[in-house]
């Protein structure tokens, strides 16, 4: 089967660090996307990995292993702005639809 | 600027009514794709397109019809079937998957509700 799981909520404090996880099931597995949605609106890219290892890109990283099937979103320096649902999603077999977790909410308190 | 928009953003409907939900991206994308969203609720595909004339059912393609005549233009037809059609509908993009991530892109989404 194909699934995609990852937490339903998270809290943090404006300043930390926190790890989002997501686990994946999905055949012919090519990459694997993390969105940001925040409340009312689309969801908008913020990284992609295909091979295994830790992407980094300003506060915003996010690592995948593919042969344990996993994969976190890691957010640095939390600002109030980052609170939004955390969308993980994997490539289909072929490549032309992706399979969506259902998202991870955070919250970010002062 | 390149993008996606769809129209309106909200929209009111008696039921029983059809309602065509419009969704145009001048990205040059070839795939173009339909989602559903209900609170606390993941993304769910209604129809999918890879080029024009062609599209694919997705996961809750039951009430709902596509058409795709044109590569700019992929409109959602929420016919009086579906039966829960309240909802916040989403339309996304995508280029090549040839030397590229293959992300899809997203309009500002329409939210629909059904009185």
């Known amino acids: 089967g194909q699934n995609i799981d990852q937490p339903t909520e998270m809290t943090a404090t404006e300043g930390a660090i926190v790890q989002i996880n997501c686990t994946y099931q999905t055949s012919g597995f090519n990459g694997l996307f993390w969105y940001q949605q925040h409340a009312g609106e689309a969801p908008t890219f913020l990284s992609y990995n295909v091979l295994d290892g830790l992407e980094e890109k300003g506060r915003f990283s996010s690592f995948l292993s593919r042969s344990k099937g996993y994969s976190y979103l890691l957010l640095k320096e939390l600002q109030m702005k980052d609170s939004a649902s955390y969308l993980c999603?994997?490539?289909?077999?072929?490549?032309?639809?992706?399979?969506w977790g259902l998202g991870t909410s955070l919250a970010v308190n002062p | 600027d390149g993008g996606i928009t769809q129209s309106p953003k909200y929209l009111f409907r008696k039921e029983g009514q059809n309602v065509t939900l419009s969704c145009e991206q001048n990205?040059?994308?070839?795939?173009m794709y339909w989602y559903r969203q209900d609170p606390g609720q993941g993304l769910r595909l209604i129809y999918y397109s890879q080029i024009v004339n062609d599209f694919q059912k997705g996961d809750i393609a039951e009430g709902y019809s596509v058409s795709r005549e044109k590569k700019e233009s992929f409109p959602l037809t929420v016919t009086s079937a579906q039966k829960n059609p309240t909802a916040f509908y989403l339309c996304?993009?995508?280029?090549?998957?040839?030397?590229?991530?293959?992300?899809?892109?997203f309009g500002p989404g329409t939210r629909l509700t059904v009185l």
């Open positions: 999603a994997g490539h289909a077999g072929n490549n032309r639809k992706l399979i």
């Open positions: 996304a993009s995508r280029g090549g998957l040839a030397g590229g991530r293959g992300e899809q892109f």
């Open positions: 990205l040059n994308h070839d795939a």
